[in-house]
């Protein structure tokens, strides 16, 4: 009975014993003290739902479109680094499961399976996500190949030109492709079936850097090769010559603030993703759901708004909805859930999430996800919200 899973916290657990441990942290931890990582989700659940009873909700609708496609719930997979170390070919397998649930997926530049790879391995179109390197020239090749790939939105994430510090990345001497150490070893060794697993997969360095751009096939730690490729000096004059570059759907991720969101639509963006990096940043900026309303408001219809930070589960999603979120992003919870059991573990978590939902809605008394308001929250004390 040990590995019934009932929720994506089992998922957590149950990828904690299955991935070594540098990888899992990876995935599970934040930067410095980790006060955004904790308050990301105890923000979420701050929030109270308002029970409503006897009302009909036999017939639930969780259907709706983000950025003009239909999506069987508002739900889509962040781009999430290193993918393809928590289980061999894991992007491939995340944009599987999403294509079959009938939501979003998005590869990660920093994805261990390359756009390629990912194109050739599944029938429906995905996101993809920008970082803009200091070689502009990669940059603009990046973004012809999602074209080439017939990528259906691109996402350009603005929060990461310099990284915040990750303790935990420092401490287990995580590095890409894995190099076995001493301190390591013991670790690898007692989970040979991911190790096989990784092995067999079509890549196991930086998938898009690979033979493009200098010091991608060696081994080295993240932050040092963040460090010499990532540009500081991005502004919104770069936006303005990326979304000329792409010509489609743009996405910018990292907003956390209303003045900047106002900038973003500005700038002619479809949708905007409010999110703090899932507290692995700027380690004191406020959980990401405490900026979604003032956001929302500042954007006020001129753009979609979607939702990043702590969703694990339907109630936290269903939370973000009502505060007017087009969608929430699932990054830990997917990465939780492919560590666990791969493609199955990601359709499991997705599962579990879109039941989770669909139970809050009928809980609360609502019938249909494009509908839900405030109304519907609480604070602490049971007072509106």
């Given at each position: 009975?040990?590995n019934?899973?009932t929720?994506?916290l089992?998922l ?11 990888f ?7 930067s410095?003290d980790?006060?955004?990582l904790?308050?990301n989700?105890q ?7 308002r029970?409503?009873?006897m ?17 069987s ?10 993918t393809?170390l ?10 599987r ?8 997926f998005?590869?990660s530049?920093?994805s261990?399976c390359?756009i ?7 029938d ?11 070689d ?9 190949r ?5 990528c259906s ?11 915040g510090?990750?303790?935990r ?13 001493l301190?390591?070893?013991?670790d690898?060794?007692?989970?040979p079936a991911?190790?096989?697993?990784v092995l ?5 360095s930086f ?10 096939d060696?081994?080295l730690?993240?932050?040092?090769w963040?460090?010499?490729q ?10 303005e010559?990326i ?7 743009l996405i ?12 973003a ?10 999110s703090?990096?899932g507290g ?8 990401s ?10 954007v006020?219809g001129r ?7 702590g ?6 999603l269903l939370?973000?909805?009502a505060l007017?979120?087009?969608a929430g992003?699932i990054?830990?919870a997917?990465?939780y859930?492919l560590?666990a ?15 989770e939902?669909s ?7 609502q ?5 839900l ?5 609480r604070?602490?004390r049971?007072?509106?919200y």
């Open positions: 009975m040990g019934v899973i929720n994506v089992d957590r657990e149950l990828a904690r014993r299955r991935v070594p441990k540098a899992f942290e990876y995935a599970d931890r934040g410095y980790e006060i955004t904790r308050d989700r923000a979420l659940e701050a929030i109270r739902l029970q409503r009873v009302v009909d909700v036999d017939q639930r609708n969780l259907a709706t479109t983000v950025l003009g496609e239909p999506v719930m508002p739900l889509a997979i962040a781009p999430t680094g290193l393809g928590q289980w061999g070919g894991g992007e491939i397998l995340g944009a499961a999403a294509a079959e649930a009938g939501i979003p998005c590869l530049t920093m261990i390359s390629e790879q990912v194109r050739a391995a599944v429906k179109p995905f996101w993809f996500q920008l970082y803009v390197m200091r502009r020239g990669f940059t603009r090749a990046l973004i012809e999602a074209k080439a790939a017939n939105a691109l996402m350009l994430t603005l929060d990461l030109q310099i990284q510090q990750r303790h990345e420092i401490k287990n001497g995580l590095t890409v492709p894995p190099k076995l150490t301190s390591n070893f013991f690898i060794a007692s989970k991911w190790l096989w697993r067999r997969a079509p890549s196991r998938g898009n850097l690979a033979g493009q751009i200098g010091g991608a060696s081994v730690t993240l932050a040092q963040i460090a010499q990532f540009d500081p000096t991005l502004s919104w004059r770069d936006v010559w979304r000329n570059l792409w010509g489609g759907k910018v991720k990292g907003i956390l603030d209303a003045e900047d969101a106002d900038i639509v500005k700038s002619g963006v479809d949708a905007i993703v409010v703090n990096h692995r940043q700027l380690d004191g900026a406020p959980a759901i405490r900026m979604l309303p003032r956001v929302v408001d500042a006020a753009s979609e708004v979607l939702f990043d930070g969703i694990l589960s339907g109630q936290s939370k973000a909805l007017g979120a087009r992003l990054g830990k997917f990465l859930g560590g059991r791969g493609e199955a573990g990601v359709t499991q978590a997705i599962e579990i999430i879109r039941k939902l139970v809050s809605m009928a809980l609360t008394g019938t249909d996800v494009q509908r308001t405030r109304e519907i929250l604070d602490e049971g007072d509106p």
